[in-house]
Nanobody, 129 residues
Framework: QVQLAESGGGSVQAGGSLRLTCTGF???????????FGWFRQAPGKEREAVAA????????YYADSVKGRFTISRDNTGNPAYLQMNSLQPEDTAMYYC???????????????????WGQGTQVTVSS
């Protein structure tokens, strides 16, 4: 059974940084490197929205306009499928952040929630002004 898990959330002041880590995914080849991963967030009373995604192999990254230039999605060969470096955090970034995985390599369309097959339980990010 695939179980994704997020870590790295917390409380910071505006302008601060956090790094989220997604763990726990292995495909049939016992690796996550070929799968598309995405980060979504959901604030109280709002719809879950796509934040960023990275294709299998890490060649292509996608970002929501609201986080471009501040957030960076990445992956490496340590076994963790995805990271989200969040800089210049603002109060409007406050939300529960979720890691999600697709069974395919390419993320197109990257921002559609229904394209992701596996989800973590989320990690809370709170930014105070």
């Amino acid at each position: 059974q695939v179980q994704l898990a997020e870590s790295g959330g917390g409380s910071v002041q505006a302008g601060g940084s956090l790094r989220l880590t997604c763990t726990g995914f292995r495909n049939t080849s016992n690796t996550s490197i070929r799968n598309c991963f995405g980060w979504f967030r959901q604030a109280p009373g709002k719809e879950r929205e796509a934040v960023a995604a990275i294709s299998g192999g890490g060649k292509t990254q996608y970002y929501a306009d609201s986080v471009k230039g501040r957030f960076t999605i990445s992956r490496d060969n340590t076994g963790n499928p995805a990271y989200l470096q969040m800089n210049s955090l603002q109060p409007e970034d406050t939300a529960m952040y979720y890691c999600a995985a697709q069974t395919q390599t390419y993320c197109y369309p990257w921002a559609i929630r229904g394209r992701y097959n596996y989800w973590g339980q989320g990690t809370q990010v709170t930014v105070s002004s």
